[in-house]
């Protein structure tokens, strides 16, 4: 019986098995292979050699973009987190049951316009002559436009934007679970809504906020659209470089390196986060 | 009850299906390979990699309508991107191929180029300056034919920005323009542009000269706003984020003129970089005489007008009789061309040593 | 002081909101703009840039393409979600956890590489750029979610449904397609309804992988590089329309479904 229970159980889940390892881990395996060729001249040499690898160590320029993009991406999961958390409360405990599922829509709807698009409507929002600055003006809260666009604040605003959506999905997915009788039996005991709060449903909604969190990273970070659009290339992020070696110098070798950086760097995060990266109810 | 929901779900799945299936068929009859020629309903394709200036239909649709051929498009940011696009391409997915002139030399004796027949071509209709047979052929065979040229100088809006003040090249770095400039990121005239400024010609450049260049643009970036491409500067300049864009020209302005004639260019004292575009057929090309005919249409007066004003960015045609008006004329500043080749240094294309060791210096200053 | 507390959160959860509508609003009011550039003042409205759009067979032709890899690589992700969902559920073989683990694993690695990884690799394989290529980049990014999705929706209880029709006498067929399939409809769903929004609106493995026949992301994207107009706005606003369109309509299939199946 358990013998025919395999099979069957293995037939059914090898053809994604087997899609994942055409479509991924093959892939995956190309792109460590080709870090450890070298682009000299104008061609590739196949020879295995480290050569990538010393220069991700020693180049610079990496380092910083590096740097680059770490600081962004931990200023996004911050902010992120910081303004959905409030969100994903409202909505869990202050909307009534049957809308909260509407307004959760309509905290996603505006996201179906194209990325490409959005990324560039908020280049203009934040243009000298935009929306933002000509209200902050009429307000009086500021006399001449200031620079907005092109900047860092601009990435890491229009990252927020997005990732607020995630993460407060996830922290939203996590509150619901807190069985309701926890804070009301909390309460007839005698504990402050501070006090509910704080020890109640902040420790039990933690895996909702470490997958938003591990979301917006994994996601931010290996993002190349928005920097490049909203950040006027003023500064560049390690997917920017990444790009520059693939399209100007066709240095596929050194793209593949940076690209297991990315991947290193999302596995750490992953590692240290795993305990709390479960949506499931506990059983 | 179970059954209707299934009887639903497989409904919409069958509609789905067919609906894929139809429109399935659509593809693949649509994207018939340039092999089959022969096909008289079906047009031909043709496959050009070129600068963002060969994209606007206004240039293509004479062509393919005269021909029926469907000219395929992919546009690059620089010589590099390329001839990386080709490095990553099989023989034959390509058929025209638009490049800077002072590429013409290596990509030729790279065999990448078919020869073309000089016959093809009216020399006299080009401007004698941009004819440059040293770079265009080899050992008297032709490889490519000049077909747009122009400056990558300073481009500068009028109406904040005293024109006589632009005439000097040190004025860049001057705390004025603080926050105001934008600079064009391709690399190469950039980085030769701030040579003139220190008093480097363009073909002198070395390695040694790099950390004084270097030095001088971390100067400039810091004095800058951002760092694009052609649209994105164009549309600082054109949205009043910047007032001057370093590498920019009549490239930049005069597509804008339009709706801003205060968006103007010029070539300071010191001089500025002349970029010149070049066009010629692939040597993989399985389409080499549609592709031929695509060259001479490009170098024509009607395909010359189309080019020089084209939507992406405007230029010289290299032909003196492109069907241009008086004020398109104007716009180039057709009259004062002379002066303006006089007083420019074409592009110097360093070695791959060189170029690797600029690139770097690049990626150094504008990562931040 | 409730009230006050009850205040200021609506008040915060509108200003978020009007945070999260400011670039759509942007985007969709500016898609009637009569001039050129979509930036203030607004001079509008006009419909010309819905009528360049649809002109514009280059942007109409991308729409086409996005959709058809679009439903494809959604339709396949979501088989291949279900299938492997149902056998690790309720077959539990040997390895489960492992086979989980190496199912997910896509889903922590960006996009970026992956797009950069089957590009490397066609390029290895002489395979040509193609949409095929990206209806594939797109299935194997979205099979993780369906995977995940579906596996979510199978219960333990389920599992005596469907060992009852084999007690019965029905064979595996019948009791995936009528019975296991059925029960995690809403699943199947969710699950394709979200792989089809993920693929219709990617940038960067399409990017990688398309040739001269691009999806609607890609075209967007190269028309913003060769000129600023508000005809990308229009494009971004059609975009917007069809998701809420399509959503709309599977809520209320949904809801038709459910309804008819409740009546005895």
């Known amino acids: 019986m358990t013998i025919r229970r395999n099979w069957q159980g293995w037939a059914l889940v090898g053809p994604a098995l087997l899609v994942t390892l055409v479509l991924f881990a093959a892939p995956m395996v190309m792109v460590i292979l080709t870090s450890l060729h070298r682009r000299t001249g104008g061609t590739t040499d196949r020879t295995l050699s480290l050569d990538n690898y010393v220069r991700l160590a020693t180049d610079s320029t990496i380092h910083q973009a590096l740097l680059n993009s770490l600081e962004v991406v931990g200023l996004t999961v911050f902010f992120s987190t910081l303004v959905s958390y409030p969100l994903a409360y409202i909505i869990a405990f202050r909307v009534p049951v049957k809308w909260q599922a509407l307004v959760l829509l309509l905290t996603v709807v505006p996201f179906w316009t194209s990325y490409v698009v959005r990324s560039y409507s908020w280049l203009l929002v934040l243009a000298k002559n935009g929306v933002m600055n000509q209200s902050l003006q009429s307000f009086g809260l500021i006399g001449e436009p200031i620079t907005l666009a092109n900047t860092r604040f601009a990435t890491v605003l229009a990252f927020v934007h997005f990732f607020v959506m995630v993460s407060t999905l996830t922290i939203y997915a996590s509150l619901r679970q807190i069985p309701n009788n926890l804070p009301l039996a909390a309460r007839d005991l005698g504990a402050s809504p501070w006090h509910v709060f704080t020890r109640i449903t902040l420790p039990l909604s933690i895996p909702g906020v470490t997958v938003g969190a591990f979301l917006t990273f994994v996601l931010a970070i290996g993002d190349y659209i928005t920097p490049q659009i909203v950040g006027g290339g003023n500064e560049l992020l390690l997917p920017q470089l990444l790009m520059l070696q693939v399209s100007r110098r066709g240095d596929f070798p050194l793209a593949a390196a940076m690209a297991l950086v990315l991947l290193v760097i999302v596995a750490a995060v992953y590692a240290v986060s795993a305990k709390n990266l479960t949506l499931e109810r506990r059983r | 009850m179970h059954k209707t929901r299934i009887t639903v779900s497989m409904a919409t799945f069958s509609a789905a299906a067919l609906l894929l299936a139809s429109c399935a068929g659509g593809t693949d009859a649509e994207s018939s390979s340039s092999s089959q020629g022969a096909s008289s309903d079906a047009p031909q394709e043709l496959n050009a990699l070129v600068w963002c200036d060969h994209t606007d239909p206004a240039l293509l649709e004479p062509f393919e309508e005269a021909n029926n051929v469907t000219v395929n498009v992919r546009d690059y940011e620089g010589t590099g991107v390329a001839l990386g696009i080709l490095e990553q391409s099989q023989p034959g997915d390509w058929d025209v191929f638009v490049i800077d002139s002072v590429d013409v030399p290596r990509v030729a004796e790279a065999g990448l180029l078919a020869p073309l027949d000089k016959a093809d071509f009216d020399f006299n209709q080009f401007f004698e300056e941009v004819q440059l047979p040293e770079i265009h052929e080899i050992d008297g065979q032709l490889y490519a034919v000049p077909e747009k040229f122009g400056y990558n100088t300073v481009a500068f809006n009028g109406a904040n920005v005293d024109a006589e003040k632009m005439r000097d090249l040190s004025f860049l770095w001057d705390p004025e323009l603080a926050g105001k400039i934008a600079i064009y990121d391709y690399y190469i005239p950039v980085m030769e542009f701030v040579g003139l400024e220190l008093g480097i010609e363009p073909q002198n450049i070395t390695v040694d000269d790099l950390p004084a260049i270097e030095a001088r643009l971390a100067e400039l970036k810091e004095q800058s706003a951002q760092v694009g491409d052609v649209v994105s500067t164009q549309t600082a300049l054109a949205t009043g984020e910047v007032d001057v864009i370093v590498g920019g020209g009549e490239f930049s302005t005069s597509v804008l003129n339009a709706e801003n004639p205060d968006l103007d260019w010029i070539l300071p004292n010191q001089g500025g970089i002349r970029w010149q575009q070049a066009i010629g057929v692939l040597a993989g090309s399985e389409n080499q005489d549609l592709a031929t005919k695509f060259v001479q249409y490009i170098v024509s007066d009607e395909g010359q007008a189309a080019l020089a004003t084209s939507s992406c960015y405007w230029g010289m045609p290299a032909n003196k009789d492109a069907a241009l008006t008086d004020e398109q004329k104007d716009i180039l500043r057709w009259d004062e061309q002379s002066g303006f080749i006089a007083n420019s240094y074409p592009y110097y294309i360093p070695d791959a040593d060189l170029d690797a060791a600029m690139l770097d210096v690049w990626t150094r200053v504008v990562v931040g | ?264």
């Open chain 3, 1 to 264: 002081m409730k009230l006050l507390r009850g205040s200021i959160a609506w008040i915060y959860a509108l200003v978020v909101f009007g945070f999260i509508l400011l670039p759509v609003v942007s985007l969709v009011v500016f898609s009637f703009q009569a001039t050129n550039l979509p930036l203030p003042p607004f001079a509008g409205p006009s419909l010309r840039w819905y009528e360049a759009l649809f002109a514009d067979s280059g942007m109409v032709e991308a729409l086409r393409n996005s959709l058809i890899v679009g439903v494809i690589s959604a339709f396949f992700s979501t088989m291949l979600g279900f299938l492997s969902a149902y056998g690790l559920a309720r077959y539990r073989p040997a390895g489960a956890q492992a086979t989980r683990a190496a199912l997910m694993t896509p889903l922590g690695v960006s996009y970026l590489v992956i797009g950069f990884g089957l590009a490397i690799t066609a390029n290895e394989l002489a395979l040509g750029r193609s949409l095929v290529l990206v209806t594939l980049g797109h299935i194997i990014i979205n099979l993780p979610l369906a995977f995940a999705i579906i596996l979510s929706q199978m219960r333990d209880e389920d599992e005596t449904l469907e060992k009852a029709a084999r007690d019965l006498g029905a064979n595996e067929w019948i009791v995936i397609t009528r019975i296991a399939i059925p029960v995690v409809l809403p699943g199947l769903l969710a699950a394709f309804l979200l792989s089809f929004t993920l693929s219709w609106d990617e940038f960067i493995i399409a990017f990688f992988l398309a040739d001269f026949d691009v999806t609607l992301p890609i075209e967007i994207w190269s028309q913003l590089r060769t000129g600023l107009d508000a005809k990308t706005n229009a494009a971004g606003t059609l975009v917007f329309a069809i998701s809420v369109v399509t959503l709309t309509l599977a809520y209320v299939l949904n809801r038709a479904v459910q309804q008819r199946s409740r009546r005895p």
